[in-house]
């Protein structure tokens, strides 16, 4: 069985989150219990970083943990490393509002 190289943490999130460092060009299938996605990554992305599952345009949330951690600074494409760079925090922002303090 094959290691598992980066995690889903929540069935409607835009992003997965490596486990290991990951180099472009590698293909690789992240799995929720409900969700399937097969992505070749657009760049390198370091250990515990983020990459997109789905394409995202400029201005659209980014989701992990089910929740918006961000919006996307320029369109974001499948496989593409998502950071400072294109995604910008809103960890004091209006998800708060939203889903309450504790988000």
Not at 5 to 10: G, S, T, Y
Not at 84 to 91: A, D, L, Q, Y
Request: glycine share 8%.
């Amino acid at each position: 069985m094959e290691k598992q190289r980066a995690i889903l943490l929540h069935e409607q999130d835009d992003v997965a989150t490596a486990l290991t460092a990951l180099a472009r060009g590698e293909s690789l299938t992240v799995c929720g219990s409900e969700r399937r996605v097969d992505v070749v990554l657009a760049d390198d992305v370091p250990f515990a970083h983020k990459f997109a599952l789905r394409p995202l345009a400029q201005g659209d949330p980014v989701r992990k943990y089910g929740l918006p951690i961000g919006r996307a600074l320029a369109d974001i494409q499948p496989g593409q490393w998502v950071h400072v760079h294109n995604c910008r925090s809103e960890r004091f922002g209006h998800r708060h509002q939203l889903y309450g303090v504790n988000a």
